[in-house]
């Protein structure tokens, strides 16, 4: 099994620019999750999709979009990108919503905006 | 706002000694917790998980939950080189989403 899938692994976009991150999981999870971490704020939850056809807003969703394709797939997108976005992006999945048995999550998604 | 504080650390520690690692959190109604590891440059791993009130043993690991105190604790026995990364603690409410602490950099030293 590969778990949770992440691309690209790396990513340079200059301000202004768009981008999509992929993610999608092979564990038949219902909940999956979008997450940044910057040094010294931890994890901090951007998106999330409690079901497949639900998004809801986490703690920093300005400047993103998410859409849920499938029960598989849970895409984030930059419409126009800032420097502040330069970060270190997780997804994660769950396999019942409550997050009662924790996260998996992909290997992460280094971005520099300049 | 639910918090989740941890100690940023680093907590240095002998090889062979114990690693203590410490959380509290303010939202007394969480049912559900979590210790991840995290090496550099990596992704987070799942490495414990603890519902009710008392110790939880795996291996060199053990969880230690006190509801009533709002602490959650990691300890780490034999402790050794490669058991040294970030250890994120994480709380639950019973809804969709955890909340992570900012972790804990652990160093075992030779």
């Known amino acids: 099994n590969a778990g949770v899938t992440q691309t690209p692994k790396f990513q340079v976009l200059k301000t202004g620019q768009s981008m999509t991150l992929q993610c999608a999981q092979d564990m038949n999870h219902n909940s999956m999750y979008w997450y940044r971490q910057d040094p010294g704020m931890g994890l901090r939850l951007i998106y999330y999709?409690?079901?497949?056809?639900?998004?809801d807003k986490g703690e920093v969703p300005n400047g993103y979009n998410v859409s849920r394709l499938n029960k598989r797939e849970f895409s984030l997108r930059l419409e126009s990108a800032a420097p502040s976005q330069t970060s270190v992006y997780f997804c994660?999945?769950?396999?019942?919503?409550?997050?009662?048995?924790?996260?998996?999550f992909g290997s992460g998604t280094r971005l520099t905006v300049v | 706002q639910k918090e989740v504080e941890q100690n940023s650390g680093p907590l240095s520690v002998p090889e062979g000694a114990i690693a203590s690692l410490n959380c509290t959190y303010s939202?007394?109604?969480?049912?559900?917790f979590f210790w991840y590891r995290q090496y550099s440059g990596k992704s987070p791993e799942l490495i414990m998980s603890?519902?009710?009130?008392g110790d939880k043993e795996d291996g060199r690991f053990t969880a230690q939950l006190n509801k009533a105190s709002q602490y959650v604790s990691l300890l780490i026995r034999d402790s050794q080189p490669s058991d040294s990364a970030t250890y994120l603690c994480a709380v639950g409410g019973g809804g969709n989403k955890l909340t992570f602490g900012t972790g804990t950099q652990l160093k075992v030293e030779l």
């Open positions: 939202d007394r109604g969480s049912q559900s």
């Open positions: 999709s409690a079901s497949e056809g639900t998004t």
């Open positions: 603890i519902y009710s009130n």
């Open positions: 994660a999945s769950s396999a019942l919503g409550t997050g009662s048995y924790g996260y998996t």
